[in-house]
């Protein structure tokens, strides 16, 4: 049985968490799994949006603390298997945000932990009624600095810190309020509803989105005026596709566009 699965529904990928029996856990194979398949998408121009979600009762509980316990037993204490382990980990959550296309979560259940790091690491994310997040490590002492990184880049600081410092879930409503997702809605309808989100994503044109979500991570880092000029400059080679001038026409003669990529 594969640790992650995937189905591809015309431009949309489909991944799955399949590690129900361990709660989807972020174990060395799911995220060599994952990564693999996030360097194998940044290549696949013809999807043009992936959604993310997991098997099972759970989204995603974070890392697998029996391999973490494992680690602990080298000669130097696990420091350099830890190391390489939150590198790693690191490496797979930005990858996600270096993909060309935009990346739904589908979340049900709990995420929690790295788990949580996941959610906030993709560009949208849905969330069924009941989900619970959190980043609870510190409840068995162990800090989520990591998964703070991408949790403080999604929600204000005072509720961040208070999630990361009190080890307490918030329900999907409040999540939704703080911006960690888009949006909670009945579990029954959760799989359709992310569904539409991506195939409205992959409606437009591919092009265009993989340079906006690039443009979008990389002005964040800028101040307003440098964010400007770099925008500026982003929308100047965008007007210039062909694609781009061809649904302008399109638009302007009441048509579909005739788009090429």
């Not at 980043?135 to 800090?143: R, T």
């Not at 265009?208 to 000029?229: C, H, S, T, W």
């Amino acid at each position: 049985m594969a640790l992650l699965e995937r189905n591809d529904t015309g431009a949309v990928a489909h991944l799955t968490l399949n590690a129900p029996e361990k709660l989807n856990a972020l174990s060395d194979g799911m995220l060599r799994a994952l990564q693999d398949e996030f360097d194998q998408l940044a290549q696949q121009p013809h999807i043009r949006a992936v959604i993310l979600s997991g098997a099972g009762k759970v989204f995603c509980a974070g890392h697998d603390l029996k391999e973490m316990t494992a680690g602990r037993q080298a000669e130097d204490g696990g420091k350099t298997y830890f190391k390489d382990l939150f590198d790693r980990c690191a490496r797979m959550m930005l990858s996600i945000q270096r993909l060309p296309q935009p990346v739904i979560a589908q979340v049900h259940g709990i995420a929690t932990a790295a788990g949580c790091q996941l959610v906030a690491s993709c560009d949208m994310a849905i969330a069924a009624e009941g989900t619970k997040f959190g980043v609870n490590g510190v409840n068995i002492g162990l800090f989520c600095s990591t998964p703070m990184v991408a949790l403080s880049r999604n929600i204000p600081r005072k509720q961040a810190f208070e999630m990361l410092s009190t080890g307490q879930f918030i329900p999907a409503d409040k999540a939704e309020s703080l911006g960690l997702i888009n949006r909670v809605v009945p579990h029954d309808t959760l799989g359709a509803a992310t569904a539409d989100m991506a195939e409205l994503v992959a409606g437009k044109l591919g092009a265009a989105v993989r340079i906006g979500k690039e443009a979008f991570y990389n002005q964040l880092q800028m101040p307003m005026a440098e964010a400007y000029d770099y925008a500026g400059d982003v929308m100047v080679e965008n007007m210039l596709y062909r694609d781009t001038a061809e649904g302008i026409a399109a638009f302007l003669d009441k048509r579909p566009p005739d788009w090429t990529q």
